[in-house]
Every structure is written in structure tokens, then in C-alpha cells.
């Protein structure tokens, strides 16, 4: 049962944007902490950014200040707005819920490269 679906993935060049989307079920959306995490090739899965359902925010060192996670009610969807992207934010990227994640979903792959 789908339950996440992460889009908004692309190429972009270093120093460019990328708007990634993740829709989510109403239970979900509405009850839990929501995350944005990513995994490079090779390593392992971490949280980048998350927010809570009263939109506190916290993010990784190594991204703060170029990353923004928002969350629109209406549209049960969380977003992750990246710039200034760097070479090695190369990943795919999942969102979940931070505490007991659900199944993970595909992902979306987001490549910095010129």
C-alpha cells in the first residue's frame, strides 16, 4: 500500500535548486513528525531535515542554511526546497515519518554534477 511518494528529483549543476515533493496519507501527514532523508551510493541513509505538525524545524549541519522543509496541510504534502546544491548532496532522497518510519518508498534521485 502506497503510502509516500517523493517526486521533484532532476540534474542540476552546482550551485542550482531543486524543489523535491513528497505526498503523504492524511494519518500520516497529520500525526507524525515528517522527515526528508537521503542516501549516496555507498553510504548509509540519513535525516537531512525535519518538521513537526506545529512546523518546527531542524536540519543537518550539512545542510543548514541551503535547505528549507515546508509542509502544506491542505495538499498533505511535505517539501524539501534545496539551493546552493553541492556534488555531494548526490543522493536519492525519501521522506518518512522520523519516529517508527512506514515502508520506504522509491525515492526520488537528485544528481549534482557538472
Known amino acids: 500500500q502506497v503510502q509516500l511518494m517523493e517526486s521533484g528529483g532532476g540534474l542540476v549543476q552546482p550551485g542550482g535548486s531543486l524543489r523535491l515533493s513528497c505526498a503523504a496519507s492524511?494519518?500520516?501527514?497529520?500525526?507524525?513528525?515528517m522527515g526528508w532523508y537521503r542516501q549516496a551510493p555507498g553510504k548509509q541513509r540519513e535525516l537531512v531535515a525535519s518538521?513537526?505538525?506545529?512546523?518546527?524545524?531542524n536540519y543537518a549541519e550539512s545542510v543548514k542554511g541551503r535547505f528549507t522543509i515546508s509542509r502544506d496541510s491542505a495538499k498533505k504534502t511535505v517539501y524539501l526546497q534545496m539551493n546552493s546544491l553541492k556534488p555531494e548532496d548526490t543522493a536519492v532522497y525519501y521522506c518518512?515519518?522520523?519516529?517508527?518510519?512506514?515502508?520506504w518508498g522509491q525515492g526520488t534521485q537528485g544528481t549534482v554534477s557538472s
Open positions: 492524511g494519518s500520516i501527514f497529520n500525526s507524525y513528525t
Open positions: 518538521i513537526t505538525i506545529r512546523a518546527n524545524t
Open positions: 518518512n515519518r522520523v519516529v517508527g518510519p512506514i515502508g
